[in-house]
């Protein structure tokens, strides 16, 4: 840890403090690895929790008479609200064009294609505008929406 850079990225890596105080920040890195309840990457969690808060805000939100549409950045919110508020978690997960959201993104698209029928789409994933094609790997959950077809979750 000589080099001040490589202090830097290594205090960013390991989701330190990065405060004056060294010995407190890593004591508190020693007890988040020792706390199992505590989640700081979206790795840390399962497919079926991902893929049941999926389902339970998609079922919370979507109706019976009309299609929902939802901004991709809230729904995912909710979607990582329900996942710690069903498992008894703690953390923090932020939404944005970050670390987490290709792999948010990956477990929503793969969801998303379990919705399909012949007749209908449970969630479809669009662009915020509607319009185009949605990128096969977006970097922003602002600039897209899921639309929620309830009848077909």
């Known amino acids: ?14 989701d330190l403090d990065g405060g004056s105080d060294e010995k407190k920040s890593v004591e508190d890195f020693i007890d988040k690895l020792a706390n199992d309840n505590v989640v700081r990457s979206v790795d840390d969690l399962t497919a079926n929790q991902i893929f049941s808060a999926i389902y339970a805000v998609a079922f919370e939100c979507g109706s019976e008479d009309a299609l929902v549409e939802l901004e991709l950045d809230e729904f995912l919110r909710r979607v990582v609200r329900r996942i710690f508020d069903d498992n008894k978690i703690k953390g923090r997960i932020n ?24 007749d209908g789409i449970g969630l479809k994933i669009r662009n915020l505008s509607g319009l185009g094609r949605v990128a096969q790997y977006p970097t922003d959950p602002k600039l897209l929406k899921v639309v929620i077809d309830r009848g077909y979750l």
């Open 1 to 14: 840890m000589a080099r001040a850079e490589d202090k830097e990225r290594l205090i960013v890596a390991l």
């Open 95 to 118: 939404i944005g064009p970050n670390r987490h959201f290709p792999r948010l993104f990956q477990w929503l698209r793969e969801y998303a294609s379990g919705t399909e029928w012949n």
